[in-house]
């Protein structure tokens, strides 16, 4: 089996293919071009410069290409760097293609949505159960090909719908614990609250913002979709209004990204449920690479934080 990149430690040498997730330019101190590369495989990625870039380079390494790397892993600022030796375009010859590089959820597509589908099956709500069922139906190749973000948690190919599955058997667990909540609302809210981000983001490989991303988000979007499909589907009733509150307020807080704090209760106990998944899937991946007495490297989205892993753990 390949050693994954993030699995070399500081003063290893690398000899391996890489998929160039990310390329940007910028101008050195001597006022030298340098690309700023984020190359990955299945395991994770690494960071590396690219000094004295010319024109062709900003060609040949940009997002999707797949790069033959010869170097070190350094650290820089408390997170390991690749230093670059030699670099090349991959060939046919090379036989490595997208696939190999790519970072897939644990739970095949069909199994996750046989688990959704059933969700919404037991909704006994049929406003609720419509609109959700409309919607999913409308983006349903994307929702289930899609990462739930750029960065920082669910990052990866149907990254979304792993999401989304983890969300609603969590919803279910607390369900029994607090019966009073609406089980229709909840889950229904858990399915459509990021689904808006087949719009907003470009794709599950080398993920980026889209216009309507940047200028909208995949709040607002949602929002739209909701209203639009109880129109086409001929649904009036409070549930449209309180499910788009969902969407809307999922964030928890105005600074984080939210036009609306959460008002009822399923409101609140999902903002919780998305926050909590998020967390320990950042959480597991940056542990997964650290040996039993170490500590990972800083999260940034967890306060950029060093998390320990203790001996006993393996």
Do not use: C
């Not at 900003?58 to 760097?81: C, F, H, M, W």
């Amino acid at each position: 089996m390949v050693k994954g990149i993030v699995h070399y430690e500081v003063g290893n040498q690398v000899d391996i293919f890489l998929l160039v997730k990310s390329a940007s330019k910028g101008i050195a101190s001597n006022g030298k071009p340098f690309l700023t590369l984020i190359l990955q495989d299945q395991s994770g990625e690494i960071e590396a410069k690219l000094w004295d870039a010319t024109p062709e380079d900003e060609t040949s390494y940009a997002a999707q290409n797949i790069v033959k790397i010869l170097g070190d892993v350094n650290s820089y600022r408390g997170k390991n760097q690749l230093k670059i030796r030699t670099i090349r375009p991959a060939t046919d010859l090379d036989g490595v293609q997208l696939s190999d590089f790519l970072t897939v959820a644990p739970i095949k597509k069909d199994v996750m949505a046989d688990k959704i589908n059933q969700y919404i099956f037991d909704m006994k709500n049929s406003n609720i159960q419509r609109i959700t069922r409309h919607l999913l139906k409308k983006h349903q190749h994307s929702f289930f090909e899609y990462p739930a973000a750029t960065k920082n948690h669910h990052e990866f190919i149907s990254g979304l719908a792993y999401h989304v599955v983890s969300m609603l058997d969590l919803a279910k667990s607390l369900a029994t614990l607090y019966p009073s909540l609406d089980t229709d609302l909840l889950y229904s809210g858990i399915i459509l609250h990021d689904l808006g981000k087949v719009t907003e983001l470009s794709g599950p490989v080398s993920t980026s913002y889209t216009i309507e991303g940047n200028l909208l988000g995949h709040i607002s979007i949602m929002v739209n979709e909701i209203g639009q499909a109880a129109k086409e589907l001929g649904i009036e009733g409070e549930e449209i209004t309180v499910l788009q509150h969902i969407v809307l307020s999922h964030h928890g807080k105005a600074e984080w990204g939210s036009p609306k704090p959460p008002m009822i209760k399923e409101a609140e106990i999902l903002h919780y449920i998305d926050n909590l998944d998020a967390k320990m899937n950042m959480l597991d991946r940056a542990l997964e690479r650290v040996k039993p007495g170490e500590f990972s490297d800083r999260v940034f989205a967890l306060d950029n934080r060093s998390f320990y892993k203790p001996t006993f753990q393996n």
